[in-house]
């Protein structure tokens, strides 16, 4: 089971693009990378997932590198309300659970 | 707004309570999840449904009886809580069990149990 590897916050200013960093160096050749976020109060968003390239939504962009031990998050043009926790996840266990980990808090300033 | 609707939003119930957590997708999927969550750390896999039969329980007490009566509903029946069961309970959906099948969470139901 792969671990992440994220900064515990970090902060962007509104209509900037928000660039969230995640290492999985553990990661084995047919595991996912997924990105999720929760905002207070709710439950966890689906944002966006990849396998070896990368990958663009409506949402954001996922960066994943070559060797893919790590990858990035982009949110292109940051507002208030992508205030949250973003949890990068790489794969799941034996029994389909996704092996969150701590995430990172990023705070959009006016 | 999430394509996964549970109900109710907020639950407070006593220890010899009967209540019920009810979970909705009308997406097509055949996978479907309870999680509970704890303030402030990740949610944490309870029971796992895959074309309406339970695949997978992690050791949950047997006070938590899930039941699946449609591929599009799942319940969580609950009697006999603990006040450690307080908590934020999610219902979570996915085209299929496997890898590479991303999972859409509803905002789930906040228990207290006094």
């Known amino acids: 089971d792969a671990k992440t590897t994220q900064p515990p916050s970090m902060d962007c200013a509104e209509g900037r693009a928000a660039n969230l960093p995640c290492n999985h160096s553990t990661i084995s050749g047919n595991e996912y990378v997924y990105w999720y976020r929760q905002i207070h109060s709710q439950g966890p968003q689906y944002i966006i997932h990849g396998l070896k390239n990368n990958e663009t939504n409506e949402m954001a962009s996922l960066i994943i590198t070559e060797d893919r031990k790590s990858s990035t998050l982009i949110l292109p043009h940051a507002t208030l309300r992508d205030t949250a926790v973003y949890y990068c996840i790489a794969g799941m266990d034996s029994n389909y659970q996704l092996i969150w980990g701590a995430g990172t808090k990023l705070i959009i300033k006016p | 707004d999430t394509e996964v609707t549970q109900t109710p939003k907020h639950l407070v119930m006593g220890m010899t309570n009967k209540k019920s957590l009810k979970c909705e997708q009308h997406m097509g999927h055949r996978a479907m999840y309870w999680y509970k969550q704890k303030a402030k750390k990740p949610p944490e896999l309870m029971f796992v449904?895959?074309?309406?039969?339970?695949?997978i329980n992690e050791s949950v007490p047997s006070r938590f009886s899930p039941e699946c009566p449609n591929s599009s509903l799942l319940n969580l029946h609950l009697h006999a809580l603990q006040p450690e069961d307080s908590a934020l309970y999610l219902c979570?959906?996915?085209?299929?069990?496997?890898?590479?099948?991303?999972?859409?969470f509803g905002d789930g139901t906040r228990l207290s149990i006094l």
């Open positions: 979570a959906s996915s085209q299929v069990v496997r890898s590479g099948q991303p999972q859409h």
């Open positions: 449904y895959s074309y309406e039969k339970l695949s």
